[in-house]
């Protein structure tokens, strides 16, 4: 079977590979595990899911840990992800015990002890590692905008930030005032999985079908978790807007995330919002190949976001030639050049008026699709992403000192 490098060949040249191989030779054979809180749902399991093969194909014995837990704890981390992007409720001591007192069990089945690096991502395995007699490396992998982080609860964290090693964030803008080295990495998307891969007309018919997507008018979609920072209410009332103009439908797709308890929340608050408007469609489901067919069916794809560590969601419909109309914040504009990729927007009359313009003018649409493909391919796709972690990998693993 094809591995994912060997699917590269056919995008990449020859040598870029070789190099990979080359400069990966020193940690062949290390070990290393990621540790992070579900396996599906967001963005952070989309990019580990084939990140740990490609480690893998390059000879790093990379391994997938998922810490587990109570709905309690993963309503407290919900809190604590929140509060890290800038709401601000504290934390009570019952739920700091119910966060320590879980990381403290998952320690106790989940042995790094023989690890050579530790990588643990997100704040909801982050105090893992005061449960341990430290052997390696640890390095904190943020995904979230911290940018804007409501202060007690960073204090609380930076309690178990500090035993760490170094710590990745997505941009310049989310590094902090530690005493830590602090390193970037874009994320990234594999080209090739099914939910990026080509698929033909065919195929995207048949899975329109399957969940009664009519597609007899203009297509508008936004795709993301259920959640508040996602802003789909917005997304409703913009569109809303734009049906008084221009005549077409909406589908909104979202999935539910293993450790986001808030998901069932939103998705109700929306069908009561929406009642039986015939020409907008929520549909859950945890499909990648219905993703793929919506971000390369609709005329303009929507991220509305009000907070976005990255948004990979972005980086997909780029990807597809799908010109992306985004939320100004967080990792959006690393991905929308406004103006050039998609348009970057501050509030629903924004929103609205940049999805009419590109409705209107499909060869606009049509320019911005192709640069955004462009552009996700020059900087967002998954050997860069692979060369980024073993840059940082070689500086922490070869020659560890305790
Ligand atoms: N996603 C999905 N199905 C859905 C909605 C989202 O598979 O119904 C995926 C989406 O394609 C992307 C990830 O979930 O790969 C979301 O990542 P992003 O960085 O945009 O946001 P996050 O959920 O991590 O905040």
Redesign the pocket.
């Known amino acids: 079977m094809e591995t994912i490098i060997d699917q590269y060949e056919k995008i990449v040249d020859y040598e870029y590979i070789h190099n990979l191989y080359e400069i990966s030779k020193p940690l062949c054979h290390k070990s290393i595990v990621h540790i992070n809180s579900t396996i599906y ?4 399991a ?1 990019i580990l899911n084939d990140l740990i093969i490609i480690m893998n194909e390059l000879g790093i014995k990379t391994e997938w840990h998922q810490i587990k837990g109570s709905i309690e704890f993963f309503q407290t981390t919900k809190k604590l992800h929140n509060t890290l992007q800038g709401e601000e409720t504290e934390l009570t001591d019952h739920e700091k015990r119910v966060y320590l007192d879980n990381n403290r069990k998952n320690s106790i089945y989940n042995h790094v002890e023989d690890t050579d690096c530790v990588i643990i991502h997100d704040p909801q395995p982050l105090s893992l590692i005061q449960f341990y007699e430290k052997r390696q490396p640890w390095i904190w992998r943020c ?1 979230i905008d911290i940018s804007n982080k409501f202060n007690p609860t960073w204090k609380f964290l930076k309690n178990f930030i500090h035993r760490y090693d170094g710590i990745v964030v997505s941009m310049e803008k989310y590094k902090q005032k530690l005493n830590l080295p602090q390193y970037i990495i874009n994320p990234s998307i594999n080209p090739f999985n099914n ?1 990026n891969r080509m698929l033909n007309q065919t195929e995207i018919e048949s899975l329109l079908n399957d969940f009664n997507i009519p597609n007899n008018k203009p297509i508008i979609s936004q ?3 259920f959640d508040k920072w996602k802003d789909p209410l917005g997304v409703i009332r913009a569109f809303k807007i734009i049906k008084k103009e221009f005549d077409c439908r909406l589908v909104l ?3 539910m ?1 293993q450790d986001d308890p808030e998901g069932f929340e939103i998705y109700n608050k929306i069908l009561q919002y929406v009642k039986d408007d015939p020409d907008i469609n929520i549909i859950t ?2 499909n ?1 190949l219905l ?1 793929n067919a919506l971000q390369r069916v609709s005329k303009v794809v929507i991220q509305k976001s009000l907070r976005e ?5 972005v980086t ?1 419909a780029l990807w597809k030639g799908t010109p992306v109309i985004g939320g100004d914040v967080g990792g959006i504009p690393l991905q929308i050049i406004d103006g050039e990729t998609g348009y970057l927007v501050n509030n629903i009359e924004e929103c609205a008026n940049r999805v009419l313009k590109l409705l209107k003018n499909p060869n606009l649409a049509e320019d911005m699709g192709k640069k955004g493909k462009e552009y996700v391919k020059e900087h967002f796709l998954m050997l860069r992403h692979l060369e980024d972690y073993v840059k940082i990998l070689k500086k922490y693993v070869i020659n560890y000192k305790i």
Not at 41 to 44: D, T
Not at 309 to 313: N, P, S
């Open positions: 749902g967001g963005g952070v989309e995904h939910k795709i993301s978790r797709l979202g999935n995330a489901a945890e990648s993703v560590g990255f948004g990979l969601t997909e």
